[in-house]
Every structure is written in structure tokens, then in C-alpha cells.
């Protein structure tokens, strides 16, 4: 480094620094320097650093240009040196004070040992994150000040964790080459653990013993879809799934189940509420709703609640909520009291993170959110059980057994789902379907088919089916369940259902 270089430099950071009315951002520019030179000295320093470092982490625009020049270069297979640099550089207004193109030779000069190029690319880094904080600060500070209709402060408490969590992330240097000897010994620590178990899942139980068989409880980082027409009983399945868990994590003292977070965008807390007490206290919904209560059972209401103080299971009921805003509560429920499954009452009713979106982009909305569904997944390391409606070409098949096809609106649902199951209630659909006499139909012809329906509907009473038509670690297949509508409850049925893979 020249003399004067090094004195332009000193001189600006002392002026600056002395006027005891003024503050100049974090940065270090010797690091800054420092790290270019030894870049310049060494091409293969990169690798150490490319990972993290960008060029906007740099405080001088100068800098910032040099460093993606040179990543540039090398990217390319060339190399990066001061010559090859110099004529991207001659006419630069930024490098005039400091030498002009000869700065580039003045880098590279200066250079003692490229042994602490990471230590420079950290130091250049952290300076960076604290002046993208101060600047994150001003920007809450004037959204404060600012009364905008559209938006409120929980919004700007919102942007603001965002923000903070993409600013901790931005720098974080995860994945990377595996060796095969790590992976493989990762993988025979899986099968122990499942071995130990004795037969038990080492997923987290959804409290249906079928479905626990067919899907090995509920993974870390797998999205789970569950999907169904209305009125098939999504909502009641999955609330059932998660309080069994939440449940069994209480019951356990942590050892089985888990904490169990539910975003309900249709529902309001108090309803799923409800519909867990009425199934606890083994009183009929319907009835609570009107108000059919006997004295015996306000005393049953009150053993049920002490059932589920106990229990580990948190309710968000804020409508219309964006993939971010879930990712961000997410992230702190688990900060602050433990998660383990995530489940969002529905997909569709979460927001992508546009403001607005047309019709028109309400497919890539929902890829967006999926993507972002899983990502969660996979970053907080649980399950995520995602519910979604299906398209009506369903009801205009005589067979109305949903398919992957029936899916709504994104094939980036099937697509990013490591399980997509549906629910599906034959009987549903025949108590709609009693038979009419037709016309020139003689009444032997018709009793026989409205027999042969009464004895359909008999056999499908209560029965509902979870159609797993995708299981990326397993096999497919239909698990046949109990459905209580009275307390919205599904159980197990008593005798062995599950028809084999198909």
C-alpha cells in the first residue's frame, strides 16, 4: 500500500470521525484491503470465503466492484490479477482519490499472507450486518412515525423479524459436500433408533394406530399434505392428529407426541376449541351449540379442561396470514416454547409474499407458498401437515374417490409434498344419492336397487378412508378409519381394515 493511499484513507476516517455531530457506519477498510489483495495474490482464496461473501457486504463502492470483478474472473476460468483487472478499472471516478488503477497494484503489494482471508471475509461481514441493522432500525423508527392505512403496526413488527431472521440467515453457510461415510453412518443411526423401538414409530403418532402403521408416525422436515372435499372431515382429522400428539407428548413427559402448532385460517381458536372439548367431555357438539346440556355434563366439562390445560397445543387463528408471517411465528413459538408439528388449516388461505396477486399468478402464489412450506419443514426440522381443498372435478365422476389429479390450483402441491393423502366418505355421498323410482321401472326392479344402496350405506356407516395416493419413503394405500360425526372424532376401528397397497 502507498503512503498516500494509506494517508487518503486515514484522513477521511479521522475528519469523519472527529465531528462529534456525526457517526459513519461500521466498516473496517484495511479488512477490506486486505482481503482484495490477498484475492488478487491467490485466486484459490475465493473458495474460503464465496460461500458467504457477496460484494454489497463491502463498505467502499469501490471495494464492492473490485471483489465482483474478481469473482467474476475466476468464475470464468480466467485469473485475477492487477493487470487483468486494470482495464475494468482505469476510468474509475471511486479509485481517482486513492491512485486510480495503480490502487489495484497497491492491493495486491501490501499483501503479507493470505493465511487470514476467512478472518478478513467474517470481520467485512459482521460490519456489514450492523450497518443493515442500523438501517433496519431507521426504516421501523420512520414506519412508526408513518400512519398508513395498509399497513398496521403488527405488520411492521412482522417485516421487521423478517427481516432480522434473513439478515442472521444470509451468512449462515449450511449444506456442502457430504462424504458418503458420514451419510452412511447418519443412516445406520436412523435404523437403531428404529430397531430400539421395538416395533413402536419413530415418527410423531397421530393417535391412529392404521395410520400410524401405513406412514410410521409424522417425520422431521417432511410437508404433509391432507386434502378432501368439503364436508369429508380434513379440518376434524387434523385437529384429531394434533392433539393426539400433543397429547401423548403431555401424557409421556415428552418422551412420545410432541408441541403442536396450528395456523387455522377458516376457523376461529374458540370453534376448534369447542370441537376438542366436546370430544373429551363426550358431549355432542350439536348439542353444546344449542345449548342441550344437562347439569352432569358442565361437571364433565370441567374434567376435560383439566385434561387439556395440560396439553401442548397452540392455536393461531389470524386470517389471512402470508407464508412469511407463518414462517415467522413458527420460528418463535419454537424459539420460546418447543414445536414440534405444524399444521396450516388451509393452504389456500395462506398469502404468498406479494401484496396483491391477480388471478392470473394464484398458481405460482400457491407454488410459492408449498416451496414455503417446506422449507419450513426442513428448517425447523418437523413435520408440516399442510390441508387443501380439492377441484370439483371430483363430483362429476361417478367414482368420487379423489386423485393426484384433483389436487387445486398448483401442481407444485403434489410436487413438494413428501405425503399427499385425502379423506373420503363414501357414505357422505350415498346418504345424497337415495334411489327414486324411475319411470316404466317395475317396483322389483327398484326395491332391488335401493336395497343394493341401503346395503352400501350399512357397510360405509362411519367408516372413512385416508387415501395416501403418495408416500415418497413408503408405500401407498388406503387406511380405513371411525368417523364419529357427532364429536367430529376419528378413531380406530376395532377390526383390521387396511386394504393392501394398490
Same mark, same amino acid.
Do not use: C
Given at each position: 500500500m502507498t503512503e498516500n493511499t494509506a494517508q487518503k484513507i486515514e484522513i477521511t476516517n479521522d475528519n469523519e470521525s472527529d465531528n462529534p455531530h456525526y457517526r459513519i457506519l461500521p466498516h473496517n477498510l484495511e479488512a477490506e484491503q486486505g482481503l482484495l489483495g490477498a484475492l488478487l495474490v491467490d485466486n484459490r482464496a475465493i473458495e474460503k470465503v464465496s460461500d458467504f461473501l457477496r460484494a454489497n457486504h463491502f463498505f467502499m463502492p469501490a471495494h464492492q466492484? =473490485?471483489? /465482483?470483478?474478481?469473482? !467474476? %474472473?475466476? @468464475?470464468?476460468?480466467? +485469473?485475477?490479477?492487477?493487470?487483468?483487472?486494470?482495464n475494468y478499472f482505469e476510468k474509475d471516478d471511486d479509485?481517482?482519490?486513492?491512485?486510480?488503477?495503480?490502487?489495484l497494484a497497491d492491493l495486491a503489494s501490501s499483501v503479507i499472507s493470505v493465511i487470514n482471508t476467512e478472518d478478513y471475509a467474517r470481520t467485512i461481514y459482521d460490519l456489514h450486518l450492523r450497518r443493515e441493522l442500523i438501517s433496519m432500525g431507521e426504516e421501523v423508527v420512520n414506519k412508526s412515525y408513518t400512519h398508513d392505512i395498509?399497513?398496521?403496526?403488527?405488520?411492521? =413488527?412482522? /417485516?421487521?423479524?423478517? !427481516? %432480522?431472521? @434473513?439478515?442472521?440467515? +444470509?451468512?449462515?453457510?449450511?449444506?456442502?459436500?457430504?462424504?458418503?461415510?458420514?451419510?452412511?453412518?447418519?443412516?445406520?443411526?436412523?435404523?437403531?433408533?428404529?430397531?430400539?423401538?421395538?416395533?413402536?414409530?419413530?415418527g410423531i403418532t397421530t393417535g391412529l394406530r392404521d395410520l400410524d402403521k401405513k406412514l410410521g408416525g409424522?417425520?422431521?422436515?417432511?410437508?404433509?399434505?391432507?386434502?378432501?372435499?368439503?364436508?369429508?372431515?380434513?379440518?376434524?382429522?387434523?385437529?384429531?392428529?394434533?392433539?393426539?400428539?400433543?397429547?401423548?407428548?403431555?401424557?409421556?413427559?415428552?418422551?412420545?407426541?410432541?408441541?403442536?402448532?396450528?395456523?387455522?385460517?377458516?376457523?376461529?381458536?374458540?370453534?376448534?376449541?369447542?370441537?376438542?372439548?366436546?370430544?373429551?367431555?363426550n358431549i355432542s357438539g350439536d348439542d353444546i351449540r344449542k345449548g342441550n346440556l344437562k347439569e352432569d355434563d358442565f361437571r364433565r366439562f370441567v374434567e376435560a379442561s383439566q385434561v387439556l390445560s395440560q396439553v401442548p397445543l397452540y392455536i393461531d387463528d389470524t386470517p389471512a396470514l402470508s407464508i412469511g408471517a407463518v414462517r415467522t411465528r413458527a420460528r418463535r413459538l419454537k424459539r420460546q416454547h418447543g414445536l414440534d408439528l405444524l399444521i396450516i388449516d388451509y393452504l389456500q388461505l395462506l398469502r404468498g409474499s406479494g401484496s396483491k396477486q391477480s388471478n392470473e399468478n394464484r398458481v405460482q402464489e400457491v407454488s410459492e407458498i408449498t416451496r414455503g412450506l417446506k422449507a419450513?419443514?426442513?428448517?425447523?426440522?418437523?413435520?408440516?401437515?399442510?390441508?387443501s381443498q380439492l377441484s370439483r372435478t371430483v363430483e362429476s365422476r361417478e367414482d368420487k374417490r379423489p386423485q393426484l389429479s384433483d389436487l387445486r390450483e398448483s401442481g407444485s402441491i403434489e410436487q413438494?409434498?413428501?405425503?399427499?393423502?385425502?379423506?373420503?366418505?363414501?357414505?357422505?355421498?350415498?346418504?345424497?344419492?337415495?334411489?327414486?323410482?324411475?319411470?316404466?321401472?317395475?317396483?322389483?326392479?327398484?326395491?332391488?336397487?335401493?336395497?343394493?344402496?341401503?346395503?352400501?350405506?350399512?357397510?360405509?356407516a362411519n367408516i372413512s378412508e385416508a387415501v395416501i395416493a403418495k408416500q415418497r419413503h413408503g408405500p401407498i394405500g388406503i387406511v380405513k378409519m371411525f368417523f364419529d360425526a357427532n364429536y367430529t372424532r376419528f378413531t380406530n376401528l376395532d377390526t383390521q381394515h387396511s386394504e393392501d397397497d394398490y
Open positions: 466492484r =473490485i471483489y /465482483e470483478t474478481i469473482s !467474476k %474472473l475466476i @468464475e470464468r476460468g480466467q +485469473s485475477a490479477t492487477p493487470v487483468t483487472l486494470k479509485l481517482s482519490h486513492v491512485g486510480g488503477a495503480e490502487y395498509d399497513s398496521d403496526t403488527t405488520q411492521t =413488527i412482522e /417485516e421487521a423479524e423478517k !427481516k %432480522l431472521f @434473513e439478515l442472521a440467515e +444470509s451468512g449462515d453457510v449450511k449444506g456442502g459436500f457430504i462424504t458418503l461415510r458420514d451419510s452412511v453412518m447418519t443412516a445406520i443411526s436412523h435404523a437403531e433408533t428404529a430397531f430400539k423401538a421395538a416395533g413402536k414409530i419413530t409424522l417425520h422431521k422436515s417432511d410437508l404433509l399434505i391432507l386434502a378432501g372435499r368439503p364436508s369429508m372431515g380434513k379440518t376434524a382429522l387434523a385437529v384429531n392428529i394434533g392433539f393426539n400428539a400433543a397429547k401423548r407428548y403431555a401424557e409421556t413427559g415428552g418422551q412420545e407426541g410432541g408441541v403442536v402448532a396450528i395456523f387455522s385460517l377458516e376457523m376461529a381458536a374458540d370453534q376448534l376449541a369447542g370441537r376438542i372439548l366436546a370430544d373429551q367431555a419450513i419443514a426442513k428448517e425447523l426440522e418437523i413435520p408440516v401437515l399442510a390441508l413438494d409434498a413428501d405425503v399427499v393423502m385425502f379423506v373420503y366418505r363414501e357414505e357422505y355421498y350415498l346418504t345424497r344419492e337415495q334411489p327414486a323410482q324411475r319411470a316404466n321401472e317395475t317396483p322389483e326392479k327398484y326395491n332391488e336397487r335401493y336395497d343394493m344402496w341401503a346395503k352400501r350405506l350399512q357397510e360405509s
